[in-house]
């Protein structure tokens, strides 16, 4: 019975592949691409750390590797909705840019 109900390796993979797909729209400088770095190496984190946890020796190892892997999805997500907002009002702040600059 090696198959696992949830799937999660393969879920903290997807996670990892969209996030690297927002990070490709955001328009690079000083702060994006710090950020962006921190965001991928926690995202990456989350599945790396899962995965070493299905590999734990005792008990007490897989759940320090979890509770690793759920801190850095915490710190993931919150980088996540911090761009993806971020993505979103872009559109707005052009449509107001290119009405400043045509008047």
Do not use: W
Not at 22 to 29: F, R, Y
Not at 31 to 45: A, P, Y
Not at 53 to 69: H, T, Y
């Amino acid at each position: 019975m090696d198959e696992k109900p949830y799937k999660l390796e393969d879920r903290t993979m997807e996670f990892f592949r969209s996030t690297i797909r927002l990070c490709k729209m955001l328009p690079l400088n000083v702060v994006n691409t710090e950020i962006v770095r921190q965001l991928i190496r926690s995202v990456g984190s989350v599945g790396a750390n899962y995965r070493e946890a299905n590999e734990a020796i005792s008990k007490k190892d897989l759940a320090f590797r979890i509770k690793i892997s759920r801190k850095e999805a915490r710190r993931a997500i919150f980088g996540s909705a911090l761009f993806s907002r971020q993505i979103l009002i872009m559109p707005i702040r052009l449509r107001r840019s290119h009405r400043k600059h045509s008047n």
